[in-house]
């Protein structure tokens, strides 16, 4: 499947995830996830930079199907099926210090809404800020790292329905990652066992690795997600 201009990568960022489900029919539907956040100025066109390097873009999911067999499929138009913003949470903070979340990857979910179940999606969010906060200001991060306070303050779970809302509260990946890597690029999650457990990965650099071999993260799901 090839996707139009407009879904393209704007100021290094652009799409990050993907996530499939089967429909009944022997169809795919396939949500796509540009992931959002401060842009990264040496990424824009000198033109634009000073206008759009403090806006935060909002993550964007894109639906569509893909008919079983197809091959080489333009994606586009009518075809798609919803174009949606996530509604992700803002700290406090006004931009560029304040921390504005980017979602680097998603899955499909299901969950009781208003008593029943419907599809939508369990995305993976992370923070950081457009430029550095005055330190001491609301903006900070509170949390320090080798005597620094942290860029990339924020690691959240968060629901969304079809439509792009948030739905309950997010679950910070705090309570249960291993100290050591709390602050490491986690920029991959998919199912490990479908609707139970997940399974979390990140992204390093070779030379700075924090635990060797480096590891994946299984992450049974919060009680009553």
Known sequence: AVYGRSLAEFGGRGFEGVAVRPLADGSSRVALLWEGGYPEPTGLPRQVRDHVRDLPLAPRVVVHDLAAGARNVQVGGASILSDVELQVPRPVGAEPQAQRFRAPDFVW???????????????????????????????????????????????????????????????????????????????GMGWFEEGRTLVLVYDEKIARRRVSPQEAFLLPLPAGW
Do not use: M
């Open 109 to 187: 979910h299901q969950w009781p809404v208003d008593g029943a179940p419907q599809w939508g999606f369990l995305a993976l969010i992370s923070s950081g800020w457009g430029s550095p906060p005055v330190p001491g200001s609301e903006a900070e991060c509170t949390k320090v790292e080798n005597g620094k306070t942290l860029r990339w303050c924020y690691k959240w779970l968060q629901r969304f329905t079809v439509d792009g809302k948030a739905w309950g509260e997010p679950f910070d990946l705090d309570q249960v990652l291993p100290e050591e890597l709390r602050s490491v690029n986690w920029e």
